[in-house]
């Protein structure tokens, strides 16, 4: 209907030719290109500071002020995993031993990762856990989040002893975890994850709280 | 009903409401509507876009031919919609941390390209941002709407997080209704969220039926004294 309105109209003919057409998509394609990489561009530097204002603040979270007297964001260092996949483990130091590592950890919730970051004292005790992103059902999943829910809070002092392998779970599974009604798959990803930080302390403690000395005076080698 | 302001605000909030009466925009409505608070920021969110892109479509409504708007209209909003998540995610930060999981949702709320494609590519720029304004207001109505029933049904309470995304001063608006009260999980869940949003029609249906008989009655009574 609304064609022949503009038929009527009496337009130029040549905005009825494909070659216009053509042309108009593509033009307006084009435009919103130029908009979007514009936009990437004007919002990267900012966004990528928010990033490390946010890593900061959650490192906060989870390695009280009182355990290191170094810039954390500073003294990282990069390990491998299993997997192959690399991880940048954040050091606390006071003086120049290790008093707590920090590094992200990811489980696979119910709808995509969950990044958290985890914060281990120099015994394999947690610190602290937080959850950094995730795309988990409003209202039922996100109680993950500490601003919305003290679960998290239940893995602070935890380690690998304690609870026992078994006890590494969530309730529904025989563990130790508290689920939440109508979300057990998110708690779980999480529970399975902060496990497995806990594992890859156990496996690379040495290099974890190798004195900072070594690794400063000689960065060569420490990679 | 002569100023077409006051009808298109009548339509945007009741008559053409885009849940009530046009259906659209469900799966949104229904991801989001677990709380009172993130159905509103969904709310805010998408009028912000509505009323952008109302304004977009009018202005170019000269250069787009009616063979390939519908493509342009989508490209417009998508672009818009990814601007305003870099924006908010680089200058709004904490507000963007908690609205940032509603933002690409946007996208599918077809309620926006719906009133591109029969509002805002017909009409003057003014009255296609005032469209879009009350199209996105009546939007938002339901989703508060529709989100305050199932979290009092669902879990007892009313705004809970407002102060996490509208800032400390709005913390009053979070209500306990049901002390102790152990949720009704079925509400939080879409098929609650359905059921709820069932009734809310049902209820729309039935005032409108009551004010016809009124409107009804009223010409009945005035037509023998005429």
């Given at each position: 209907m609304s064609l022949e309105v503009h038929k009527g109209r009496a337009h130029?003919?040549?905005?009825?030719?494909v070659g216009y057409q053509a042309g108009l998509l593509g033009g307006f394609s084009m435009v919103a290109a130029a908009l979007l990489v514009m936009g990437n561009i004007a919002t990267r530097d900012a966004i990528e500071q928010r990033r490390a204002e946010d890593l900061l603040a959650s490192l906060g979270q989870v390695i009280p002020?009182?355990?290191?007297?170094?810039d954390l964001l500073a003294d990282s260092l990069m390990l491998t995993r299993e997997d192959g996949s690399e991880v940048v483990v954040y050091r606390a130091l006071s003086g120049l031993d290790v008093a707590a590592v920090a590094y992200q950890v990811t489980g696979q919730g119910y709808a995509g990762d969950i990044d958290l970051i985890l914060g281990i004292d120099n015994r394999g005790r947690v610190l602290g856990a937080r959850v950094l992103a995730h795309a988990e059902t409003p209202g039922l999943g996100d109680k993950i989040e500490v601003a919305r829910d003290d679960w998290i809070l239940d893995f602070d002092g935890r380690s690998l002893g304690d609870p026992t392998d078994a006890g590494w779970a969530v309730k529904k599974d025989g563990g130790e975890f508290d689920q939440f009604s109508g979300a057990t798959i998110t708690p779980r990803a999480v529970v399975r994850a902060i496990k497995g930080g806990l594992e890859f302390f156990d496996a690379h403690r040495d290099g974890l709280l190798a004195s900072a000395v070594i690794q400063r005076t000689d960065p060569e080698e420490a990679k | 009903m002569s100023n077409p302001y006051a009808r298109i605000a009548r339509d945007g909030l009741w008559d053409n409401n885009v849940v009530f009466a046009q259906s659209l925009a469900l799966c949104p409505l229904l991801a989001v509507t677990g709380t009172a608070t993130n159905g509103l920021g969904l709310g805010l969110a998408s009028v912000f876009v509505m009323v952008t892109a109302g304004v977009l479509v009018s202005l170019l409504r000269g250069i787009i031919?009616?063979?390939?708007?519908i493509p342009v209209f989508v490209l417009i909003i998508a672009v818009l919609v990814t601007l305003v998540d870099l924006g908010m995610n680089a200058w709004l930060h904490d507000l963007h941390k908690v609205l940032g999981l509603f933002i690409p949702l946007i996208v599918t709320n077809c309620a926006i390209l719906g009133r591109a494609e029969s509002f805002a590519s017909r009409q003057p720029v003014a009255r296609a941002a005032f469209d879009g304004l009350m199209m996105g207001a009546g939007f938002t109505l339901v989703l508060v709407l529709l989100g305050a029933v199932r979290e009092i049904i669902g879990s007892g309470t009313l705004f809970q997080g407002a102060g996490l995304m509208l800032g400390e001063a709005m913390s009053f608006l979070e209500l306990t209704l049901i002390p102790d009260y152990r949720g009704f999980l079925l509400a939080i869940l879409p098929p609650g969220g359905f059921i709820a949003l069932g009734f809310i029609l049902a209820g729309k249906r039935v005032l409108d039926a009551r004010a016809d008989r009124r409107a009804a009655r009223a010409l009945d009574g005035a037509a023998p004294a005429a």
């Open positions: 130029p003919v040549y905005r009825e030719r002020a009182r355990l290191h007297d170094n | 031919t009616p063979q390939v708007r």
